[in-house]
């Protein structure tokens, strides 16, 4: 726990800290979720490896946009950011198709208003990165809105801002991660704004826990590919018959371990550093 910060927040397997009026503390936990319930066994490490990944991508993408970040702490999982004015939407890019954009798309043969090419197939990639804005909402699963909507919650200009921001954060993230044997399928970033009213992307961006990671060798459409991260704690749930509803099982040593060697691998895939230095310094991730 931080020294002297009230504590303004907590979301599932975050917590958020107020250091001053300009100043805001992310801690990621080493708390794992799935099916969208939170188990009881923590990932080590996890949390670091969320927060040194966050951090290489602020470093790489200030000149497509600046970004909260002012300093990572030593813990290795706490970022000191600048308090920013939150936009009320939640801006997704996909690339592929899945989650809710495969959903959509079945239902309607369109994601946000994006019409799509007949007969695409489950996680096939898009002709285009598409943006799919959201609401955000306090209980239960965000809602998928069309740009008429986002329109109304942000302005019009802002919108046509925060889409392009946003697609070409998710192109640059994407193209550097596949040349990295990992598929970013989709990412949802936040922006807020300063004080003079300039956009600033904000929270967590391009990690696991913000975007689906898939391993690209394991790559096909016709369904859902494994999680980069999370496939272990997966398939260990699915041979419980565990309903899917809070608690969520404790997991066995074997899931634990291999489920942090994934979220290592990730880091030291994406980073070209080796964790172990990462710990050493975290802000390694910044230079
Ligand atoms: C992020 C969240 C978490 C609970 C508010 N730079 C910022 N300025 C103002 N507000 C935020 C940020 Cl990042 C902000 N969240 C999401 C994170 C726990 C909620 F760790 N809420």
Redesign the pocket.
């Known amino acids: 726990m931080p020294e002297a910060a009230l504590h303004v ?3 599932k397997v ?3 800290y107020a250091l001053d009026e300009e100043r ?1 503390l ?3 936990s080493d708390r794992v979720s799935t099916f969208d319930v939170v188990l009881p066994t923590d990932i080590p490490d996890k949390g670091r490896v969320l927060t040194g990944l966050a951090g290489f991508w602020f470093a790489r993408t200030q000149e497509i946009c600046p970004n ?1 970040l002012l300093a990572l702490r030593s813990d290795g999982r706490s970022t000191e ?6 936009l009320p939407i939640e801006c997704v890019v996909r690339g592929f198709l899945a989650g809710s954009g495969w959903k959509d798309y079945t239902a309607t043969g369109a994601v946000c208003g994006h019409a799509l090419p007949a007969g695409l197939a489950e996680a096939a990639e898009l002709p285009e990165p598409i943006f799919t804005p959201a609401t955000k909402a306090e209980t239960g699963h965000d809602e998928n809105i069309d740009r008429e909507q986002a329109a109304e919650l942000v302005g019009a200009e802002r919108l046509a801002e925060v889409e392009r921001v946003s697609i070409a954060l998710y192109r640059h993230a994407a193209d550097h991660a596949r040349q990295r044997g990992i598929i970013i399928a989709d990412t949802k970033f ?1 922006f ?1 704004l300063d004080d003079e009213g300039r956009l600033v992307l ?2 967590e961006a391009l990690t696991p826990d913000s975007s689906r990671f898939w391993p690209a060798d394991e790559y096909e459409t016709g369904g859902s590919p494994p999680s980069f991260d999370k496939q272990f704690v997966r398939d260990y749930c699915e041979t419980l018959g565990w309903g899917k509803t809070a608690p969520g099982p404790e997991l066995p040593d074997a899931v634990v371990t291999g489920t942090r060697a994934r979220y290592v691998e990730a880091f030291e895939r994406l980073t070209g550093i080796v964790f172990d230095d990462y710990l050493t310094d975290p802000e390694v991730v910044l230079r």
């Open positions: 927040g907590s979301g975050r917590e958020l805001l992310l801690v990621a909260h950011c600048r308090r920013l004015e939150m936040e807020g904000g929270d």
